[in-house]
């Protein structure tokens, strides 16, 4: 668990971190360089969950090489599907972050929602959805490593 006090605005208390993998942890299908680090980091104070369409059928091997086993969206309506699974784990518990359209509304509804501008850019629903954009999955995951950050970005 990681808690967080953002004065002026609210207390958070993160249980869970949702990622997206294409465009946000991955990029044509393969790990951004220096992501494994910081999500083994993460997973000793957060549940970390993987959702993703598997756009490039690579997704067995991201497996492996985070020891974790992501979800498959399936196709057809997956902005849906995205948020019903935030809304399972408890979405005011949660760390949304994801750079797609179909990211959108798990953005919005997360307590946390984190739009990831990386390689592929990123959705305009997405960023608008969101309560932090950042330049990089490695800036993203790093707002949790050091909650500081998060205070001096969202603080009133």
Known sequence: M??????????????????????????DGRLIEGT???????????????VTADTHGRQEAINRALSLKAVKIPAGNQVKAKLDYIEKLDAERVVAVGNGANDSAMLQRAALGIAVVGPEGAAVESILGAKIVASDIQSALELLLYPKRLMATLRR
Not at 2 to 26: K, M, Y
Not at 37 to 45: A, F, I, Q, V
């Open 36 to 50: 494994v680090p910081l999500l083994k980091e993460l997973g000793s104070k957060l549940a970390i969950h993987l």
């Open 2 to 27: 990681i808690t967080v006090e953002i004065p002026g605005f609210r207390t958070f208390e993160f249980h869970h971190l949702v990622l997206d993998v294409n465009g946000t942890l991955a990029k």
